[in-house]
């Protein structure tokens, strides 16, 4: 079964900052590669599916990249509401599989 | 609207059974899979399995293959989570979601509430 790796499990920014979050599968997955967000206590929401593509209704700060095995979650300019837990799951087929999450945290 | 229901909050003892339901609407739900997923108290996003209603063909992660069973009644527009024996390490939020795509299993983005699910003696 292919692997999802995240990295860094946390992470602490200041307002303003880029932050980047890296996601590497065991194995070739193209682009299905989707990113959640998970603020305490709430529902999971999916922020950018094929990689690339923003999910509706998400800021433009975030974005995605990468093919194949490595991918990466970027935020242009932190704030203070993205403070979450952020997950990659590689979804091509089954099993489908998640990172095991990159805690963001304010500076 | 597009939603998934989930049903309320359960206090069980070890050893008892308990079958969680999840109703889609507002879409076709024989058209797309629905998944469920699991985190444990403080943990991570676990993918336990999905369901396609159109056809009932179910996936498991290995890790709940024969721990848990997925099903759905498509007549009511509703899939399932059931387990013949919890154990106390079942205690866990339980969701269910809906793909973006209803040709692919993942990247969900219509998700239930949760339901809680705590063992405890």
């Known amino acids: 079964d292919i692997q999802m790796t995240q990295s860094p499990s946390s992470l602490s920014a200041s307002v303003g900052d880029r932050v980047t979050i890296t996601c590497r599968a065991s194995q070739g997955i193209s682009n299905y590669l989707a990113w959640y967000q998970q603020k305490p206590g709430k529902v999971p929401k999916l922020l950018i599916y094929a990689a690339s593509t923003l999910q509706s209704g998400v800021p433009s700060r975030f974005s995605g990249s990468g093919s194949g095995t490595d991918f990466t979650l970027t935020i242009s300019s932190l704030q203070p509401e993205d403070v979450a837990t952020y997950y990659c799951q590689k979804y091509n087929s089954a099993p489908i599989t998640f990172g095991q999450g990159t805690r963001l945290e304010i500076k | 609207e597009v939603q998934l229901v989930q049903s309320g909050a359960e206090v069980k003892k070890p050893g008892e059974s308990l079958k969680i339901s999840c109703k889609g609407s507002?879409?076709?739900?024989?058209?797309?899979?629905i998944g469920w997923v699991r985190q444990m108290p403080g943990k991570g996003l676990e993918w336990m399995g999905i369901i396609y209603p159109g056809d009932s063909d179910t996936r498991y992660s290995p890790s709940f293959q024969g721990q848990v069973t997925i099903s759905a009644d498509k007549s009511i527009s509703t899939a399932y989570l059931q387990w013949s024996s919890l154990k106390a390490s079942d205690t866990a939020m339980y969701y269910c979601?809906?793909?973006?795509?209803?040709?692919?299993?993942?990247?969900?983005?219509?998700w239930g509430q949760g339901t809680m699910v705590t063992v405890s003696s």
């Open positions: 979601a809906r793909p973006y795509s209803g040709t692919l299993p993942g990247a969900f983005d219509i």
């Open positions: 507002g879409y076709s739900f024989t058209s797309y899979w």
